[in-house]
């Protein structure tokens, strides 16, 4: 079972075995996933304040481990716009060194998290920080674009969003027709080219023909060779960057962040996958891929990489079914490189940016972001605080927040469902146990001298307090004490803390204490703590039936006779109504 968790897909498709004919769909995929990557690759890498070419030695690298090694028989890996944001504001701060050191930080972090089974839990991030994240990135992908859309003359754009808003309004009538033109063909062709063809990428051809408009026409727009030179068309050679102590201690929040992201988008892009495939990854072996993937791509110059939705999606639709099309799609990119790299120097900027427009449009999910809002206010709160962090302070410390305050809401909501009631004290009143209730209190008799408690709900640490002062409601000290936590499938150490000072109190008061409906986990506790060798095994019962007859029994009563079969009520309505 171990070695199945931890095997690539890779692996397991050719003991299964590769078809020629689904061998030659992985191939053409592999081809037309690696023409979409292209312009993709280039444009996150120069949104993310890193050389063009960086993008690409990303996309080869880590793209073809993280097909060799994934956990899904469909992922495609490479750099995508949910790190423009954090690599940005590393490079901006701490240069490339910096970023290097986190990726190889988060690629650990990423290998440690797979071993040590975490796949699952990952997918435990709150919906709302999700959509507030990924929210706050595409807007901040999108205003970041306004420069180079509008061909502003500027020579330098501040890192902070408030002070980017600023600068281009403040630069704005420097704007360049042309290049805004040039940006909304882009948008355009991408937006219309797949009335005509899905089989070629619109965002290749847009590049082609604004690439050639530009070039035949003179027009006087800024370039990739203008602003960065002539872009190279050879792999680097490997070699290890610049690692201190120092900077690792300064690194590792932001690789916790990369760490997380790559987890998340990678393990939602497998999902998706499984959903176009009705196939299931291997989500530790997939968090172990993208691990490795982090590691060697900052060897090769490379940025952080993940597993990239619509390139996965596309490399499906396009028949792609096994890891083969995914390493196809890096050895494309590649030969695009050797042979090509050199004109993508003539592409330019404004078509980039327009580009990059569709993505973070694609990216933003405004509906969802919008649906939240019909949602609890506690989600609406995470949401927005989520999305403003994102925009307004850092992406690291919005997940952080996000994460942490639904974690905090979600234990009150526990806590307040959690309910714990002075049974015997309700049986004569209103709100008593429902009679329908085959285990109800109130179809049985409780002897004079016992009361009964009963914790309904995750009996945890955001509970103890509740049960505390409902303790403290008893006014006369009885000769037993009864704690029926039937619906208490869990406890935890504040919970336990709480029953041994119940506990403590009882035997001061010489009250017996008796537990009834104990579950296994609770069991478990109770008897490592050693607190059910105090409380005595003869007084944990399975039901409150057993508890009643120990407390007859300590009290020198007669055992009196069991609830008979369970019949439930009928009003009179319902008796008088015709049958249907």
Known sequence: MLRAEFTPKLVTAIREGISSRQLTQDLLAGIIVGVVALPLAIAFAIASGVKPEQG???AIVAGFLISALSGSRVQIGGPTGAFIVIVYGIVEKYGYDGLATATLLAGGLLIAMGLARLGTVIKFIPFPVTVGFTTGI???ILVGQVRDFFGLQMEKVPAEFPEKVAAFAEHFGSINPVAAALAGATMLIILLWPRLTHRVPGSLVAIIFTTAAVQFLGLPVETIGSRFGSVPNTLPAPHLPAVSWELCKQMFSPALTIALLAGIESLLSAVVADGMTERRHRSNMELVAQGVANLASPIFGGIPATGAIARTATNIKNGGRTPVAGIVHAVTLLLIMLFFGKWAALIPMATLAGILAVVAWNMS?????????????????????TFLLTVLVDLTVAIQVGVVLAALLFMRRMAEVTQVGYVTHMINEDDAEDPDDPLSLSRRKVPAGVEVFEVSGPFFFGAADKFKNAIGEIEARPRILILRMRHVLSLDATALQTLESVHARTRREQTTLILSGVHA?????????????????????????????RARDLLGLPPEPRPGPFVPTVSREAQDSPRK
């Open 365 to 385: 999910e405004l509906h969802l972001f919008i649906k939240l809002f019909r949602g609890p206010k506690s989600d609406i709160l995470v949401l927005v605080s």
């Open 56 to 58: 690409l030695y990303t």
């Open 138 to 140: 595409a807007l901040i």
């Open 521 to 549: 986990q609770p069991l478990v506790v109770l008897e490592r703590s050693g607190l059910l060798d105090r409380i005595g095994a003869d007084n944990v019962h399975g039901n409150i039936d057993d508890a009643l007859d």
